[in-house]
């Protein structure tokens, strides 16, 4: 920084050139990843198809590669993505260069490092078994330190602003940062067997819960805020129009963020989740539809006067198309939402669809957008083709709707087969599950040729921006600034203690004690909640105090604002997550409780969350006809509640398995396993082999056991020789069984593991009301 | 330090725009050369957001708060019950003579042959004669010989020998199909040979 000249009135003036190295790393990155992960995301459409894609082999199986993908998409791809944007954007509209080289460095070789270490661990089967959250305990810590590195020169920046009001861009970033952070480090709590295994401290219900809100809500902050930042910033730019609406921006964003945590259980709706939890979760994403739309039409609105533009300039093209993704796929997540729709959509394609259509639509073309728009300017030339951009822009669009509109009929027809009935409901009308699978088949093709050519065009913006840097130099953007004066700050207390707040906060406060309270409290809480709204009417007639001014100067203070969103993000989370732990699981168990695992069952319960199996397999029965019909009762509280973690899955590719202990015989699994389609032709499900070859890892089971103990599984004290003696028991039984029916298998083998722990699935003991008041009393 | 060259491309600042009435008023405050209006909230997201939140009350109003709605365990309870009863009214009585009658009858076999391929050939194989489940056509039989028997067996299952209860998945009508479609290899009066077990062809006994 170079002090050019004085002017008393405006402050110092200062030529600022801004650290873009670190946004052209970062993009490369999304780039690169962003392939592999499209890559990895044909292979394992293909094998839904084909199951020979599968390759028997371990490492390519789908269980194993589908964490690959997801991981890949999410956090290589879209994090790089969000990171080139976020130090793009903030820089400018901060006025102030990046705080710290060091710092982006660390976060940028850090996260890549992380990156690596997912693609080596996850085909490995090295996994928590837990959706999106999959990483293995050494990386889930590495991911923790470099999100706070990202944070602190982030915060730095901020602290070092030459503009002191922060623009709508920033409030999304910092939500984004606080609110991911949070998200991650509870989902990931778990206590280490290994240097590469753990189990999450939470169990059955409780880490069901806590998943869907990490899960939910890493579509919402990780996938959903960060991208309406870029859009603030990068949408505006590229139309040359101003945004449409400030106050949108002010009541979208705070209805946003604030809504947005609560929303979680909406995925896990006639499960065994208690219901007031499965309402809640209902109702907030409801009202999560008019927050979100806020967003898409500050986006539209905002291409008033420029929609000429969009024939001519690839940019705005990916971002109007982005945009009406977003509002698409934030329309149908409300309605996906309702539980009698859910009911039927749940566990079918209809997710794989909305999903895709969010992360292809939204995502990927905000992306593509982003970049097209910013390598021009990161390397000072002009985008090499145009025209390449175009076809891209085509390319993709053709791919998604080709990809979506194969998943929602497959879908549909997952949904209606599954859960269809005759004889007055008394009968399921395919009452085979490969009815389903069979019949839609052809879709599968179809998606996996939707998914190549979005893919393909991802691929020639790779060969565009790689044309356009070529050979040019790298160009940093610079600014002249006024250092301004600092600005009149806020503490901590003017964030909370004024009238907006105090008056938002009671109405929370006696809003929810009519929703939590009994009778006469919430009665009370009626009457509160009157007198608050009559107050803050009259508070506003009688001072004529503005509350925009307020907000004007809460826009000048980073940390306030900070601690204002925290708050706002934190509620959801408490209110649902505290009484869930809280309530003590061995007397709140619908009247069934499950029977531990043996030693030898835990360990094939390590093979069956190694291999993947819940990325097909679900293990929940919910309420619901079609379900009960088809796998037994509906699933109580208490049959999970030694699930660490919880496989109650998201996809049913292949049946349920709540209830598959004691339905076949132990060479049915021996069969299916080595060759599926032997014992139900038509299958998808991939060949184990290996399963045949490999010993089950007996010598990490005292350890496990250990832990398992200590997150409060009941398991009684066993020495090292005990544990050896009862697993080889248990083989042997199950060894011999199998060889009187055919099935020759050595009792050390995986396989037998793996059937011993498949016939447990869904054996508990019935507990009356007294024992369970006696089980909580002690 | 000082890059003294400006990005080629880089457009120009756009000239600020001016209203062009109070309610496009434009913020003053101007980010990186974004502007922003102050636009009015549209009216109908307004409505939209309000009535997502009057509903999420009443919502919660009806089915938590008073607990005037039927908790979904209950619910699904009520409707199974129902339909059970439904069911039971309209189907009628089988007994062994009809199911001996169906399994000479060429319909009725070419339906139990269908689901026998789909859902029992798995183990009990394509011909009958038996591989992870006994054999069907000799004239051993471990649950009963009966039509009626096989008609027990197939419904409930027995659970202990790995044979599911396909009452639920298939159905009485299924279920009788099937049956006749099993007894189509026997014939009326033949001999029943009561035994214990099944082992599975080419199995070595367990020592």
Sequence with gaps: ?778 | MLNPTEPVITRREPDPVKPVSEEDSLRPHIYDGIQEYDKRLPRWWLYTLYGTIVFAGLYWAYYQAYQFGVAPEHALKMEMAANADTAARKSGNLDDDLLWKMSVDAKVLAAGKVTFETTCASCHKPDLTGMIGPNLVDREWIHGGYPMDAMKTITEGVLAKGMPAWGPLLGKQKISEVAAYIFSHHKTGEQIVPVAGWTMPGAVPAP
């Design chain 1, 1 to 778: 920084m170079s002090i050019a000249t004085a002017a008393p009135e405006l402050g110092v003036k200062t030529r600022i050139e801004y650290d873009d190295a670190p946004v052209r790393q970062f993009m490369i990155a999304s780039i690169g990843w962003g392939i592999i992960g499209m890559l990895v995301g044909v292979l394992i459409a293909t094998q839904m198809g084909v199951w020979q894609a599968n390759f028997k082999t371990s490492w390519l199986t789908f269980g194993r590669l589908r964490p690959l993908h997801t991981n890949a998409v999410i956090f290589a791809f879209v994090g790089n993505m969000m990171f080139a944007g976020i130090y793009y954007s903030t820089q400018r509209l901060v006025k102030a260069r990046t705080a710290s080289r060091l710092l982006s460095q660390i976060h940028f070789w850090g996260w890549q490092a992380i990156i690596v270490a997912a693609v080596i661990t996850l085909p490995l089967g090295l996994t928590r078994g837990k959706e999106y959250a999959e990483l293995i305990w050494p990386i889930d810590i590495a991911v923790a330190l470099i999100w706070v590195i990202f944070a602190v020169n982030f915060f730095w920046t901020l602290a070092r602003r030459n503009e002191p009001s922060l623009y709508v861009a920033i409030w999304f970033y910092i939500a984004t940062i606080i609110t991911v952070a949070m998200l991650y480090i509870i989902n990931h709590l778990s206590i280490p067997t290994s240097w590469t295994h753990s189990y999450p401290i939470f169990g059955g219900v409780q880490d069901a819960l806590v998943q869907w809100w990490y899960g939910h809500n890493a579509v919402a902050f990780f996938l959903t805020t960060p991208i309406l930042g870029i859009m603030y910033y990068f949408l505006p730019k590229a139309a040359e129009r101003p945004v449409y609406s400030y106050r949108l921006s002010i009541v979208h964003f705070w209805s946003l963020v604030f809504i947005y945590i609560w929303a979680g259980p909406h995925h896990l709706l006639n499960t065994s989740l208690p219901g007031w939890l499965q309402s809640l979760g209902m109702v907030f994403s409801l009202m999560l539809w008019a927050p979100s739309w806020g967003g898409m039409l500050n986006g539209l609105l905002t291409l008033r006067g420029a929609w000429d533009k969009l024939r001519t300039d690839p940019v705005l093209k990916f971002f109007a198309a982005g945009i009406t993704f977003y509002g698409m796929a934030t329309l149908e997540g409300p309605l996906l939402s309702i539980k009698s729709v859910n009911a039927f959509s749940h566990y079918t394609d209809w997710g794989i669809a909305h999903v895709h259509g969010a992360a292809l639509g939204w995502n990927g073309f905000m992306a593509a957008g982003m970049f097209y728009w910013l390598a021009p300017r990161l390397w000072g030339r002009r985008l090499h083709s145009v025209a390449a951009a175009n076809m891209h822009f085509w390319l993709g669009t053709v791919g998604i709707l080709i990809y979506t509109a194969a998943m929602y009929v497959s879908g549909i027809t997952q949904g209606i087969m599954l859960g269809a009935t005759k004889e007055a409901g008394t009968v399921l009308s395919y009452p085979n599950f490969l009815d389903a699978v069979t019949s839609t088949r052809i879709l599968m093709h179809l998606r996996a040729l939707g998914g190549l050519m979005y893919l393909a065009g991802f691929i020639i913006l790779a060969w565009n921006i790689w044309r356009t840097a070529r050979g040019a130099q790298a160009v940093n953007g610079s600014i002249e600034v006024y250092v301004p004066e600092k600005p009149a700050t806020m503490g901590l207390g003017g964030g909370f203690f004024n009238a907006p707040v105090i008056y938002t906060t009671l109405l929370l406060v006696f809003l929810s004690g009519w929703a939590a309270l009994p009778t006469l409290p919430s009665g009370l809480s009626i009457v509160g909640l009157v007198a608050t709204a009559m107050a803050m009417s009259m508070h506003k007639e009688f001072t004529k105090t503005s509350w925009s001014a307020w907000y004007e100067r809460l826009l000048e203070n980073a940390l306030p604002f900070t601690a204002l969103t925290t708050v706002a993000v934190f509620i959801g989370g408490l209110v649902q997550i505290i009484p869930t732990v809280m309530i003590s699981t061995a007397n709140n168990v619908e009247g069934m409780r499950q029977i531990p695992y043996t030693p030898l069952e835990l360990a094939g319960r390590d093979i069956y969350i190694r291999e993947g199996c819940y990325n097909c397999h679900s293990q929940q029965i919910r309420t619901l006809v079609g379900d009960v019909l088809r796998y037994g009762d509906y699933s109580k509280l208490g049959e999970s509640i030694y699930d660490h973690p919880f496989q109650w899955g998201s996809k049913r590719t292949g049946p349920d398995l709540a209830r598959e202990g004691g339905k076949y015989p132990n060479s049915w699994h021996f069969f299916h396993m080595r060759d599926p389609r032997q014992i139900s032709p038509g299958s998808t499900m991939p060949d184990y082999p290996w399963l045949f070859r490999d010993k089950t890892e007996i010598a990490a089971l005292p350890n496990k056991l250990a832990v398992q103990r200590r997150i409060g599984v009941p398991y009684k004290m066993m020495t090292d020789a005990e544990i050896q003696e009862a697993c080889a028991t248990q083989a042997g039984l199950i060894a011999d069984d199998l060889k009187n029916a055919g099935a020759e298998v050595p009792p050390e083998r995986e396989i037998i593991a793996l059937i011993s722990y498949l016939q447990k699935l869904g054996k508990s003991e019935k507990v009356t009301p007294i024992e369970s008041m006696q089980a909580a009393a002690k």
